[in-house]
């Protein structure tokens, strides 16, 4: 009999994910939408999110799509990691913001992913991240 458990469904992923992220989870976001293939996450800036301009820290946007392409790049059922990622800061983000991140898979070559996150206030672009990730051979379970 076997002991190997058995692989966890795809639209469980993003929620073991977030539920073992402390860091996200101290950011407050949320998902909204999940699955095969893309994930949207949202959360609002909060005044300890703010840098000496009085403006959202560069990175709490950046920790949003993050997270979003982390998720949405592991609904394969595969562990899946970023290798390279960058960020185009659009508008400033203010406290009181509520922004959403929604992560596509653009492309997929073998064991590459090339995605691109938008991150919105509403209807508006405030910031635009690519990602690339590499799936592993390991199943979520």
Known sequence: MSTKSKPI?????PERMLSQDAYSTWLGIEILECEI???????TIRKEMLNSMNKAHGGISYSL?????????NTHGKYAVSI????????????GDYIVAESVIESVKNRLGFNIIEVKRGEELVALFKGVVYRTQKDWE
């Open 37 to 43: 293939g893309r994930c949207k996450v949202g959360m």
């Open 84 to 95: 390279e990622t960058s960020i185009n800061h659009i508008e400033a983000l203010n406290d």
């Open 9 to 13: 469904a795809s639209n469980l992923i």
């Open 65 to 73: 799509a993050d997270t979003a392409f982390g998720f949405a790049a």
